[in-house]
């Protein structure tokens, strides 16, 4: 899916209300942006980065022992 925005005052961006409904998207949820390959990508986060943390890790979280293995989660699923 695509759709033409315009870079708006302050170089803002709109986000079509198709393609925020087909990701899900919610104001104020966090996101990455990045260049690649002379193309811009924005990658959402997870709405709720405790709940998904909570789903990777278990319960109880130990952030001494599964930092690393957290770490490497969040940079497989950011695109990085």
Known sequence: ???EVTVGRRHTLVI????????GLEEGQRAL?????????IEPFPG?????LGE?????YDEAKEEKRVERWLKRH???
């Open 16 to 23: 079509p209300k198709s393609i925020r409904e087909e990701l």
């Open 78 to 80: 950011a695109g990085r």
């Open 33 to 41: 942006i990045y260049v690649e390959g002379g193309k811009i990508v």
């Open 56 to 60: 990777v890790v278990g319960e109880p």
């Open 1 to 3: 899916m695509s759709e």
């Open 48 to 52: 709720d980065p405790f709940k998904t």
